[in-house]
């Protein structure tokens, strides 16, 4: 008795197989937050030929004896969320295959949209000015921002994206640290006796809160310097 264990086609290799007849187009495969994707299923035993050396070369594959090789027309674009903390879990040897790009939010996306006085590309840049002094990498993203290919138009869209999308990525960024959430978003949004958001605004209200936290000093939640000589009381 014996295991026999079948090699089958990736997606990857099939993809290839597809492109090598066509020499004059580009072919390119996308694979979004490939962090999370099943590699051997993707790749299969194609993981050592991928790299930009061995393009057009033709390799002899470990497992099934064929020979092999990745068009030269044929590109890899791998996307991953850098907020997702899997990604500490990537495979080491997939990694180095790939170039690295980082891609920040871009609020000029937004168009410097106003919506009821509010503009969003102001919006994001200033949310992300106070994020990124503690957490470059878990800025906000533009997409919040937008409905489709486009910025949010309406002022009840916008309340419900910021305070059930956005808010709560602060919370959790934040990990409810009263101190450091204040630093962000203020005293705006959020009921700090009861730590709730304040979801039962209305557009109206939200309207008057959100051009309140937009034309707040960057400065007025920093705690205050204290001068003398620090006293027992405060040491304590």
């Known amino acids: 008795r014996f295991i026999d264990y079948s ?21 390119v495969m996308i ?21 930009k050396d061995k393009r057009g070369t033709t390799v002899t594959l470990p ?9 030269e027309n044929v ?38 949209k106003v919506v009821k006085g509010i503009n969003l590309t102001e919006l994001l840049d200033k949310l992300n000015g106070k994020i990124k002094v503690n957490h470059r990498d878990r800025q906000i993203g533009h997409s919040y921002l937008m409905d489709g290919n486009s910025a949010i138009d309406n002022i009840s869209d916008l309340r419900l994206a910021f305070l059930y999308d956005i808010i ?35 557009d109206d209200e939200f309207e008057k809160e959100m051009k309140s936290f937009l034309n707040s000093d960057p400065k007025e939640n920093e705690p205050e310097e ?10 304590t």
């Open 63 to 71: 497992y099934s004896g064929e020979t092999f090789s990745v068009p």
């Open 7 to 27: 090699v089958e086609y990736g997606i990857f290799k099939k993809f290839c197989k597809q492109t090598e007849d066509d020499k004059q187009n580009k072919y």
């Open 75 to 112: 590109y890899v674009i791998g996307t991953m969320n850098t907020a997702d903390r899997s990604i500490a879990k990537i495979d080491t040897a997939l990694s180095r295959r790939f170039g690295r790009r980082e891609i920040m939010p871009d609020s000029d996306v937004l168009d410097s």
């Open 168 to 202: 709560p990525l602060l919370k959790e960024l934040t990990f409810d640290a009263e101190e450091e959430l204040k630093e962000i978003i203020g005293n705006h949004f959020i009921d700090y006796k009861t730590k709730n958001i304040k979801e039962k605004m209305t």
């Open 31 to 51: 694979i979004d937050e490939i962090n999370r994707g099943n590699i051997s299923k993707i790749f299969g035993e194609l993981i050592t030929v991928i790299e």
């Open 226 to 235: 204290k001068g003398g000589d620090v006293t027992d009381a405060e040491e």
